[in-house]
């Protein structure tokens, strides 16, 4: 791994659909991954989870160990009922937020949807650009809810445990990630609703104007988001969200 060329946390605000990515090569976490499937070729994805966070700690733990830091004491410290009442009270909160329960609702619907089509696909030969579009829905519908989860869990949080730059932080590049896949997730919809000559009362149409709630909701929740700049992406490219073409509409 070329350690010049890497973008340090690249990976924390990206959709995660390597195969479509340019800057695999300048990310640490799809070298690992790739370097641990070499090494470890009949390991199934919770082995490699498993293992990595194995790896975090015990390179948490040297690291501690080097500057001198008690990491027994700050496990101690971490691990009490106050700390742990705090945040299954923030838990529940994002559980109940509107926010996420349209998400969540989204990502059951989409992926009934993606499933039930399965196997239509397999019977027939679709375009490519529907295809395209099938597969973007299938990969974004369970990245939405997570994205949206982890901005208002994020959000619930600040200021719990340490200050954050009211822009560069965690839940902003959360919900601009969010927004991004929501974005995404509309046109691959008008695709597949214009090219399957859907008609003006299809059900599908419900789930694009969730969609369009989700991103409402975020883009009002979260309101510097888009100002947020993500490693690599945003330095080389434009931030804002762009408008489905009328067309497609």
Known sequence: MNRERIIDGIFNYCTRRCELCPFTAQCTLYQSEKEYEQRHPGA???DQVHDSFAETFRLLEEWCKREGIDFEQIKREADNEEADAELERAAEAVRKDPLQQMATAYTHAA????????SARALRRWPAEVGSALDTIAWNAGM??????????????????????????DWNGSAKVARILVEESKRAWHVMLREGEAPAQSPLLELVDLLERIDASLAGRFPQAMAFVRPGFDELLPTRVLPVPAEKA
């Open 144 to 169: 939405v809810s997570a994205k949206v989860h982890r901005a208002l869990h994020g959000n619930a949080e600040r200021g719990l445990f340490r200050e954050d730059d009211p822009v560069q932080n």
């Open 111 to 118: 992926l009934n949807v993606t499933d039930a089509l399965a």
């Open 44 to 46: 199934a994805w919770h």
